[in-house]
């Protein structure tokens, strides 16, 4: 089975730079777009980036300039550096995974998510 790991996360004062790491494992093809997601206590689940294996990126309107997504395809593993931070971050962020595995003579494409790292933002 797939596993996401994620590491990273702690408390830091605003202003202040932190890095989630998300490593995937297991048995898989190949991991197309990775990406990560955060969510705060009664709010949704919201799209933070997004980055394609060919290294395309996309970013939420609010950490623009601020967050970097990168991906080790080597590692299996894809970054946020998170830089700037505001109060206004602190969520529970989430690694995902669209990834394709194949079932018997069969290929199919599946979305995986890490356990989740808590950030905080102290101001």
């Known amino acids: 089975q797939v596993q996401l790991v994620e590491s990273g996360g702690g408390l830091v004062q605003a202003g202040g730079s932190l890095r989630l790491s998300c490593a995937a494992s297991?048995?898989?093809?190949?991991?197309?777009?990775m990406g990560w997601y955060r969510q705060a206590p009664g709010k949704p689940r919201d799209l933070v980036a997004t980055i394609t294996s060919g290294g395309s990126t996309n970013y939420e309107d609010s950490v623009k300039g601020r967050f970097t997504i990168s991906r080790d395809n080597a590692k299996n593993t894809v970054y946020l550096q998170m830089n700037s931070l505001k109060p206004e971050d602190t969520a529970v962020y989430y690694c995902?995974?669209?990834?394709?595995?194949?079932?018997?003579?069969?290929?199919?494409?599946?979305?995986?998510w890490g356990q989740g790292t808590q950030v905080t933002v102290s101001s």
């Open positions: 995902n995974a669209n990834l394709v595995q194949r079932r018997f003579s069969s290929s199919y494409s599946s979305a995986y």
């Open positions: 297991g048995s898989f093809v190949r991991i197309n777009t």
